[in-house]
């Protein structure tokens, strides 16, 4: 059994900064891409940004204000959001995929956590 826990979100003013983290425990053998997504009222969820063991990448609208990286040691994920907009704002969630040490593939969500940006 894997499990992931989200931690970080709140609100911010606009041009702040926040941090997320998303923490998975269990029977992990080995996490291959760790991505962090978000829901805003009204629209789908969208691709924020992704790392795997050798490469990152990010939606446009966030390249060179949010930072993606991982603690393999640690199986966390981390975003870090600078220069936040108001247009930010949504239901942040991170993604693993993963092997199980019963060499099983998982892809597991975390709980979501808001991020609210005021302008």
């Known amino acids: 059994q894997v499990q992931l826990v989200e931690s970080g979100g709140g609100l911010v003013q606009a041009g702040g900064s926040l941090r997320l983290s998303c923490a998975a425990s269990g029977s992990i053998f080995s996490i291959n891409v760790m991505g962090w997504y978000r829901q805003a009222p009204g629209k789908q969820r969208e691709l924020v940004a992704a790392?795997?063991?050798?490469?990152?990448n990010y939606t446009d609208s966030v390249k060179g204000r949010f930072t993606i990286s991982r603690d393999n040691a640690k199986n966390t994920v981390y975003l870090q959001m600078n220069s936040l907009k108001p247009e930010d704002t949504a239901v942040y969630y991170c993604n693993l995929i993963l092997m199980g040490r019963n060499l099983r593939r998982y892809d597991l969500w975390g709980q979501g956590t808001q991020v609210t940006v005021s302008s």
């Open positions: 790392i795997s063991r050798s490469s990152t």
